[in-house]
Structures are given as structure tokens and as C-alpha cells.
């Protein structure tokens, strides 16, 4: 079954960092681009980034580009999400979710139930 | 960066009667050299994570009922919802992948009237 799982999630004051991790299982982790979408309490989707299978690709969302960092660990099946100088604004619920091939460029077939990131003083 | 609006905001019907969703890119989202609309609809339950309803704007995702269907090209998009069921009370979204960065539309919300 494939399955994805988010974690490291939790309340971080403004300016702080965390990161998140996605572990994937049932499938072939390294052939599939990977992305994070995120949920801000009551409010819809807003797509954050991306990253090509092999990882030599990333995309970027204007509001974290600078600030986040997408990154994978093909031998650990995990997907990372470094997310430095944190706002108010960055508070959601963090989706991971595995990509329909392994383009940056398409749409997330499997997703994961969320880390909620909190920030706040 | 493109835009993506959705119509209506929300929408009540009775069951088994259709829903139709329309979505619409402020630009093409049609790759010419392939041919391909790079739009993708999914559903959201209260609680729960997006699940993929169609892909390349008309392709249905495995294990999705046949009452889902999507449709259109260029800039604007349809999801119809043939039958409505109980199970479909959800918001819709609908999601350009065509030109990072990837947006979504504002959601629809589908109720049983």
C-alpha cells in the first residue's frame, strides 16, 4: 500500500525554523517527483513546492522561495521540508504528496494526513 | 503567475441530481507539443487530504467512480458530478500544473440540497 506520513510539525515562535520530514512506503520512492501543499486554517490549498525524482529538480512557491528548502533522501524513502524565518502566515496544515510521474510537472496522486506548523509567540 | 477561478463558490443539490463545477486558467494551460491540459481536480472531505479526481483535465483517477468526469481545454474546465451521492459533500479544487508556480483554484463547496 502506498503510504505517506508527515511529521515535525509544532508550534515555533516568528523567525524560528523547523523541519518537516514525509516518510513514503509502497512504492519506488526515487522514481516519482514529490511535493508540499499546505492548508492554512479554514482557507483552501496553496502549493508550496516541488522536487523531480532524482532531486536535481526544485520548484518554489514566491512566498517561501528563499525561506524553505525542499529536499529528498532516496535511500531513506523521505522527503524534507526545511522551513526557515517562519510567520504568522506560514501557519497551516502541511501536506506531502507523491507526483503521478516523476515531473515536477504534474499532479499529487498520494497524499499524506498532514503536519500542522504553528507560528506564533 | 497563473490564476485559477472556480464556479460557483458553492452549490447545493439534491441527490442524484448533477453538479457541474467550472474552473478557469487566466492563461492556456494546454502544452501544445503533447497536447495535454496540465489540470487536475480533487476532492476534499472535512478532516481528510485532497484526493486526486482527474488528471490531464479529463482522465479519471483509478478507483474513482464513473459519476466524476472532467472536461474542456485552453482555459476553461468542467467537473461534473453525474449522480450526486451522500458521500460526495466536499469542497472541489481544481489545479494548474502547467506553469510553477502550481495553483489552485478557491474551492467549491458541493452540499446536499
Known amino acids: 500500500e502506498v503510504q505517506l506520513v508527515e511529521s515535525g510539525g509544532g508550534l515555533v515562535q516568528p523567525g524560528g525554523s523547523l523541519r518537516l520530514s514525509c516518510a513514503a512506503s509502497?512504492?519506488?520512492?526515487?522514481?516519482?517527483?514529490m511535493s508540499w501543499v499546505r492548508q492554512a486554517p479554514g482557507k483552501g490549498l496553496e502549493w508550496v513546492s516541488a522536487?523531480?525524482?532524482?532531486?536535481?529538480?526544485?520548484l518554489y512557491a514566491d512566498s517561501v522561495k528563499g525561506r524553505f528548502t525542499i529536499s529528498r533522501d532516496n535511500s531513506k524513502n523521505t522527503l524534507y521540508l526545511q522551513t526557515n524565518s517562519l510567520r504568522a502566515e506560514d501557519t497551516a496544515v502541511y501536506y506531502c504528496?507523491?507526483?503521478?510521474?516523476?515531473?515536477?510537472?504534474?499532479?499529487?496522486?498520494?497524499w499524506g494526513k498532514g503536519t500542522t506548523v504553528t507560528v506564533s509567540s | 503567475d497563473i490564476v485559477m477561478t472556480q464556479s460557483p463558490d458553492s452549490l447545493a443539490v439534491s441527490l442524484g441530481e448533477g453538479a457541474t463545477i467550472n474552473c478557469k486558467s487566466s492563461?492556456?494551460?494546454?502544452?501544445?507539443?503533447?497536447?495535454?491540459?496540465?489540470l487536475a481536480w480533487y476532492q476534499q472531505k472535512p478532516g481528510q487530504p485532497p484526493k486526486l479526481l482527474i488528471y490531464?483535465?479529463?482522465t479519471r483517477e483509478s478507483g474513482v467512480p464513473d459519476r466524476f468526469s472532467g472536461s474542456g481545454s485552453g482555459t476553461d474546465f468542467t467537473l461534473t458530478i453525474s449522480s450526486l451521492q451522500a458521500e460526495d459533500v466536499a469542497v472541489y479544487y481544481c489545479?494548474?500544473?502547467?506553469?510553477?508556480?502550481?495553483?489552485f483554484g478557491p474551492g467549491t463547496k458541493v452540499d446536499i440540497k
Open positions: 490531464w483535465a479529463s
Open positions: 509502497g512504492f519506488t520512492f526515487s522514481s516519482y517527483a
Open positions: 504528496a507523491k507526483n503521478e510521474g516523476s515531473s515536477c510537472y504534474g499532479p499529487g496522486d498520494v
Open positions: 522536487i523531480s525524482g532524482s532531486g536535481s529538480g526544485t
Open positions: 489545479q494548474q500544473y502547467y506553469s510553477s508556480p502550481f495553483t
Open positions: 492563461q492556456s494551460v494546454l502544452y501544445s507539443s503533447n497536447n495535454k491540459n496540465y
